[in-house]
């Protein structure tokens, strides 16, 4: 069974900078697009960014472009999102993603339980 | 506002039939396959239905999709309390090279 678990939310003030991870097992890291996809409270879901299985492919959402970075290391199994100049409206329940079968680009197969970052001052 | 568009609710009776619909553009649902995702309360969501009208395994066969142009229905029959969730549409759109989802469908089951 694929296993996500997300790590790094928290309080942070608008304009600063946070770094979530996400720990994968239980499936090859490697050959697996990885996404980065959001919620806010009571609100639905968000995609944010995704990377290809080698890293040399990203793409994001205009609202975080040029602020939110997405990278991975197969050698650790690990996603990140690194987000700075952080605002109000990020605030929201952050949830790793990766595709359910090799070479799915957009189709979302698992999720984390998500961690929760909030934005305030 | 998203870019795919479901209803905001529906309901229907246990044991009855239901059908959610997602409405994009040629950019998106026209161009490339469809998901659905089920997202019980207070948990994460889970794939449904992948290219448009496949189950992951473990996935019963009350659940269903399809797609005709630029629109896609997902249809969910012999409905169950457990059934309440919220399900969300989502795909590829081409033009913004983003994933997209609906802004989501809460059930109600009677």
């Known amino acids: 069974e694929v296993h996500l678990v997300e790590s790094g939310g928290g309080l942070v003030q608008p304009g600063g900078s946070l770094r979530l991870s996400c720990a994968a097992s239980e499936f090859t890291f490697s050959r697996y697009w990885m996404h980065w996809v959001r919620q806010a409270p009571g609100k639905g879901l968000e995609w944010v960014a995704n990377?290809?299985?080698?890293?040399?492919?990203?793409y994001y959402v205009d609202s975080v472009k040029g602020r939110f970075t997405i990278s991975r290391d197969n050698a650790k199994n690990s996603l990140y999102l690194q987000m700075d100049s952080l605002r109000a409206e990020d605030t929201a329940a952050y949830y790793c993603?990766?595709?359910?079968?090799?070479?799915?680009?957009?189709?979302?197969?698992?999720w984390g339980q998500g961690t929760l970052v909030t934005v305030s001052s | 506002q998203s870019v795919l568009t479901q209803p905001p609710s529906v309901s229907a009776a246990p044991g009855q039939k239901v059908t959610i619909s997602c409405s994009g553009t040629s950019s998106n649902i026209g161009y490339n396959s469809v998901s659905w995702y089920q997202q019980l309360p207070r948990t994460a969501p889970k794939l449904l239905i992948y290219d448009n009208s496949k189950r992951p395994s473990g996935i019963p066969d009350r659940f269903s999709g399809s797609k005709s142009g630029t629109s896609a229905t997902l249809g969910i029959t012999g409905l169950q309390t457990g059934d309440e969730a919220v399900y969300y549409c989502g795909t590829w759109h081409s033009g913004l090279n983003t994933v997209i989802f609906g802004g989501g469908t809460n059930l109600t089951v009677l």
């Open positions: 993603a990766t595709a359910p079968w090799e070479n799915y680009r957009y189709t979302i197969g698992y």
């Open positions: 990377i290809k299985e080698d890293g040399r492919d990203k």
